[in-house]
């Protein structure tokens, strides 16, 4: 009965998919679009299951970092994606909550809550201002990315009648 609704159940694959590392919000909202969910349902899903990990990466990526250097075989993978956080992690330092914000909501490759929550691990940045601007950030990519599917799928008249009321 349980694995009937996990494989039938879109709306579990939705939130499942948010809370994937590069694929994020930014490709599990159109997946849950696709499969039928309504918008407003979908938002909520997607930024859910986004949200999940943060906490978590926020919490314990800086002492599993150190603890997977010590490991042969992963120490130059650590290495390499501390530096790729440290380059992108310029605007964030100069204006850290609404330069974190924005670099989460902007749906690019290499940008997005998981990047944004070891760019704030690794910069020390408190959990009590980091938290807000990732969840913010994954809301605001959230409208970018369902205008983007609604503009390439169907044309801007759903989107703008759901955000016209």
């Given at each position: 009965?349980?694995?009937?609704?996990?494989?039938?159940?879109?709306?579990?694959?939705?939130?499942?998919?948010?809370?994937?590392?590069v694929v994020e919000l930014?490709?599990?909202?159109?997946?849950?679009?696709?499969?039928?969910?309504?918008?407003?349902?979908?938002?909520?899903?997607?930024?859910?299951?986004?949200?999940?990990?943060?906490?978590?990466?926020?919490?314990?990526?800086?002492?599993?970092?150190?603890?997977?250097?010590?490991?042969?075989?992963?120490?130059?993978?650590?290495?390499?994606?501390?530096?790729?956080?440290?380059?992108?992690?310029?605007?964030?330092?100069?204006?850290?909550?609404?330069?974190?914000?924005?670099?989460?909501?902007?749906?690019?490759?290499?940008?997005?809550?998981?990047?944004?929550?070891?760019?704030?691990?690794?910069?020390?940045?408190?959990?009590?201002?980091?938290?807000?601007?990732?969840?913010?950030?994954?809301?605001?990519?959230?409208?970018?990315?369902?205008?983007?599917?609604?503009?390439?799928?169907?044309?801007?008249?759903?989107?703008?009648?759901?955000?016209?009321?």
């Amino acid at each position: 009965m349980m694995i009937d609704f996990i494989k039938s159940s879109s709306e579990l694959w939705a939130f499942i998919i948010a809370m994937l590392p590069v694929v994020e919000l930014r490709g599990a909202l159109p997946v849950a679009l696709a499969s039928g969910i309504d918008l407003p349902l979908a938002i909520l899903i997607t930024i859910a299951g986004n949200m999940v990990p943060i906490p978590l990466i926020l919490l314990f990526v800086r002492p599993l970092f150190k603890w997977f250097k010590k490991l042969d075989a992963l120490r130059n993978i650590i290495h390499r994606i501390e530096e790729r956080a440290f380059k992108k992690s310029e605007n964030i330092v100069k204006s850290n909550f609404w330069g974190l914000m924005i670099f989460v909501a902007i749906p690019l490759p290499g940008t997005g809550a998981w990047t944004g929550a070891i760019i704030a691990a690794l910069l020390d940045m408190r959990l009590k201002l980091a938290i807000p601007a990732i969840a913010l950030g994954v809301i605001l990519a959230s409208v970018i990315v369902s205008a983007a599917y609604y503009l390439v799928v169907s044309g801007a008249a759903p989107f703008l009648n759901w955000m016209l009321g």
